[in-house]
């Protein structure tokens, strides 16, 4: 089993900056795929960004530019630095960890942390 423990969330201006932390622990892999998704009122959760083992990223396009996500293996941590948020960018955001592979591959989500952008 893998726990994903996020943070970072809150409310912030339009504009301004946040950023989220999303620490695993327990049966960790070397080989993973970690990212974050988001799910906002009324909507399907969307991919934002996700980062491998490797350091291969991939974002959303409508993040590109403006967010950044990073990996400390030492950690097992990922973060995703968000700028120039909108009101567009108001979710739930929720950790994700992806492991293994075949009969082995697991999938594991942390709790969700609410991101809200509004003046």
């Known amino acids: 089993q893998v726990q994903l423990v996020e943070s970072g969330g809150g409310l912030v201006q339009p504009g301004g900056s946040l950023r989220l932390s999303c620490a695993a622990s327990g049966s960790i892999f070397s080989i993973y795929i970690m990212g974050w998704y988001r799910q906002a009122p009324g909507k399907q959760r969307e991919l934002v960004a996700d980062?491998?083992?490797?350091?291969?990223?991939k974002y959303a396009d409508s993040v590109k530019g403006r967010f950044a996500i990073s990996r400390d293996d030492v950690k097992n941590t990922v973060y995703l630095q968000m700028n120039s948020l909108t009101p567009e960018d108001t979710a739930v955001y929720y950790c994700?960890?992806?492991?293994?592979?075949?009969?082995?591959?697991?999938?594991?989500w942390g709790q969700g942390t609410q991101v809200t952008v509004s003046s």
């Open positions: 994700n960890r992806q492991q293994g592979s075949g009969s082995d591959e697991r999938v594991y």
């Open positions: 980062i491998t083992n490797t350091g291969s990223r």
